[in-house]
């Protein structure tokens, strides 16, 4: 049996991937602010990911292959950065990409050379595609990307079978969606696309995107870092 650990588990993707490995008969701990599963296999850590202290504070018992899922993401404000009153970069950097660098260094030490270590950075098309009024999460997706490609390295050159994957599920129906969809075309000239993907039912559900990644991590691993599941079929 693994020790899961997912962050972001009270809705969306996080929870449905939550939820998938629970149903196999998997541990799962997940860390957030909130917890909306109940489960006699799920331990919830609360946890302010956006707080690096607090982060940094978390302890991980582990008694075997770990698998780590960066799941927590926030978009930011939806406004160019230079209307915005204070810019929104720090917040969303420290869920993007500090409380998952702090995670991946923490449980690599509990793991050390002891257990198989997989992490999963789960990204964004928008690591690789500037959308205006998305700045500071275009940026964190991209460094999260890099991050991932980097620790991979690094750790080859330790000698460990580290694997690492940097994520990006494609466009899925869940909370930061309807978000996307609430703010004025005047502050995102993209809002009418992302409007069209709900109407016209193009929307993933969190469901199907958990039993992607799922398939993906069952696939031997070639050392490929970045990964879309909209490469993986069902």
């Not at 990409?97 to 702090?102: D, G, L, N, R, T």
């Not at 009418?192 to 193009?202: H, L, P, R, T």
């Amino acid at each position: 049996m693994k020790n899961i650990i997912i962050t972001g588990t009270s809705s969306g993707i996080g929870k449905a991937i939550a939820e998938l490995y629970l149903e196999r008969g998997e541990k799962v701990t997940g860390i957030g602010r909130r917890h909306t599963i109940v489960h006699v296999n799920y331990t919830p850590v609360n946890c302010d990911l956006s707080d690096k202290q607090a982060v940094e504070q978390l302890t991980f018992e582990l008694s075997g292959a770990c698998l780590l899922i960066n799941n927590a993401g926030i978009l930011g404000n939806v406004q160019r950065i230079s209307d915005q009153d204070k810019t929104d970069t720090d917040a969303v950097f420290n869920v993007n990409v500090i409380a998952p660098a702090v995670l991946m260094n923490t449980l690599s030490k509990a793991c050390g050379d002891q257990f198989p270590l997989t992490f999963v950075n789960i990204s964004s098309g928008a690591a690789q595609r500037a959308i205006p009024s998305w700045a500071a999460y275009c940026a964190s997706k991209a460094a999260l990307e890099m991050l991932s490609e980097t620790f991979y390295l690094e750790e080859q050159e330790k000698g460990r079978m580290t694997t690492v994957y940097a994520v990006a599920p494609g466009v899925v129906d869940t909370n930061m969606q309807a978000g996307i969809r609430s703010v004025s075309s005047e502050n995102f000239s993209a809002l009418a696309g992302f409007q069209a993907y709900k109407d016209n039912n193009e929307l993933d559900n969190p469901r199907a995107t958990a039993l992607k990644l799922e398939k993906l991590l069952n696939l031997p691993y070639d050392g490929t870092v970045r990964f879309s599941l909209r490469d993986i079929d069902l």
